[in-house]
C-alpha cells in the first residue's frame, strides 16, 4: 500500500513538472493536527491524542481552468515534530511525522488561477491522506504507525500584494484497525 502512494506522488509530481508553468502553483506555510482517537496493543487499549507541527509545501496544478477558478490536483505534504499526550494528562512525549495527502480542489477567486487578481476567494476539497508518526519518550512509545483515510477540506484566500495567504481547515477519519481522526487548519503563503 505504502509503495502504491508513493509511486501516486512520485507520477503526480513529475507530471506537475512536464506541465505548462502558469498552471503550476507553489504554497509553503504551517500544518497543525490533532489526531485522536484509541490505540489498541495486546490485550490492552488506550485513548491517545496528539498534536502536530508541520512544514507544509503544497505544489498544485490546475488542470481545468476559466476566469475566475479552476479544479487542481496537489500535493500539501508535510513534515515536523510534536507532542503526545494521554487524555487524563499523566503521560507525555514527542512524536515525529509526516503527512504525505492527494488532494483535488475546487478554487475560486482569488489565485484560483496565476492571472486571477482577485482580493479574496477560496477552495473547496476531498483527498487521501497517508499519515505516518513515530513516538519516543511515552507510554506511546510502542506506537510507531500510520493513519489513512479520506479527507475533506476547505479554506478562504486573501490577496496579499503579489500573493496570497490561504487559511484552511480539514478532516480525515481513518480507515486503519486504529481508525484515527485527524483535524486541523493550516496558513499557507502561495507564490
Excluded at 61 to 79: A, D, K, M, Q, R
Excluded at 170 to 189: A, I, P, R
Aim: charged content about 15%.
Amino acid at each position: 500500500m505504502i509503495k502504491k502512494i508513493f509511486f501516486l506522488l512520485f507520477a503526480i509530481t513529475i507530471f506537475s513538472f512536464q506541465s505548462p508553468a502558469q498552471k503550476l502553483m507553489h504554497s509553503f506555510g504551517a500544518t497543525i493536527s490533532i489526531l485522536t482517537g484509541t490505540v489498541t496493543g495486546p490485550g490492552s487499549s488506550s485513548d491517545l491524542t496528539m498534536s502536530q507541527t508541520n512544514l507544509t509545501y503544497f505544489p498544485r496544478y490546475n488542470f481545468i481552468e476559466n476566469e475566475n477558478s479552476s479544479v487542481s490536483i496537489g500535493l500539501p505534504v508535510g513534515i515536523g515534530v510534536g507532542i503526545v499526550t494521554s487524555t487524563f494528562g499523566d503521560d507525555a512525549g514527542i512524536s515525529f511525522a509526516y503527512d504525505l495527502p492527494v488532494v483535488v480542489d475546487y478554487n475560486i477567486g482569488c489565485r484560483s488561477t496565476m492571472e486571477n487578481d482577485k482580493n479574496f476567494g477560496g477552495y473547496l476539497g476531498v483527498g487521501f491522506g497517508y499519515y505516518k508518526v513515530s513516538i519516543s519518550q511515552s507510554q506511546y512509545s510502542d506506537f510507531s504507525g500510520a493513519t489513512y483515510g479520506p479527507m475533506f477540506r476547505g479554506g478562504l484566500r486573501f490577496r496579499e500584494y503579489e500573493h496570497a495567504i490561504t487559511v484552511g481547515l480539514f478532516f480525515k477519519k481513518g480507515l486503519e484497525k486504529n481508525k484515527l481522526t485527524s483535524f486541523g487548519f493550516n496558513v499557507l503563503y502561495d507564490l
